[in-house]
T-cell receptor, first 115, second 113 residues
């Protein structure tokens, strides 16, 4: 079982909907990440929170809005998405903040379909 | 800039065969190297890692040795099982990429009984 929990596992939403993806870890890790993965491709980094502060935003469109309420939780708020945003969204955490080579621990992802 | 190159897949083998998945890298500094595995319908899991030249990472019968002279980190397993069928990603992190993972394209491994 993964130690990073993501909900929901699957999500179908229309282009006018607002939804949120949730991620939780209780390993005491200080950095949390959102990745987007298209089929048969490696994951693409979207956002990184380090010590609960947004440290990296990889030029992600504003229709994706991250939030880190505390050191264990990470949300990704979705609004006005496009069909090309359909993908597997992965959350990950690492023991140390950004600026270290701590391995990432991934959740099983949310499979998002935008109709 | 930093980059990782993996052999293209899919790689199809029979059960109990020997596995090699090639991975080479380009880095400006002294990277740490990783292999992650993604089983069908799941997220990625760290399989093994090496942080300096000549280190050997190992886990679940898989091994990879950090070869600085050939800038390689090839993944090997002596006898594969059907349950090893997955996509394998080689990755590096170092100061030049602000320690963010640089990924290879991934290699799909199919093991037939």
């Amino acid at each position: 079982d993964t130690e990073v929990t993501q909900t929901p596992k699957h999500l179908v939403m229309g282009m006018t909907n607002k939804k949120s993806l949730k991620c939780e870890q209780h390993m005491g890790h200080r950095a949390m990440y959102w990745y987007k993965q298209k089929a048969k491709k490696p994951p693409e980094l979207m956002f990184v929170y380090s010590y609960e502060k947004l440290s990296i935003n990889e030029s992600v469109p504003s229709r994706f809005s991250p939030e880190c309420p505390n050191s264990s939780l990470l949300n990704l708020h979705l609004h006005a998405l496009q069909p090309e945003d359909s993908a597997l969204y992965l959350c990950a955490s690492s023991q140390k903040g950004t600026g270290s080579n701590s391995p990432l621990h991934f959740g099983n992802g949310t499979r998002l379909t935008v109709t | 800039g930093n980059s990782v190159t993996q052999m293209e897949g899919p790689v199809t083998l029979s059960e109990e065969a020997f596995l090699t998945i090639n991975c080479t890298y380009t880095a400006t500094g002294y990277p740490s190297l990783f292999w992650y595995v993604q089983y069908p319908g799941e997220g990625l899991q760290l399989l093994l890692k090496a942080t300096k030249a000549d280190d050997k990472g190992s886990n679940k019968g898989f091994e990879a040795t950090y070869r600085k002279e050939t800038t390689s980190f090839h993944l090997e397993k002596g006898s594969v099982q059907v349950s090893d069928s997955a996509v394998y990603f080689c990755a590096l992190s170092d100061l030049g990429s602000n320690y963010q993972l640089i990924w290879g394209a991934g290699t799909k491994l199919i093991i037939k009984p």
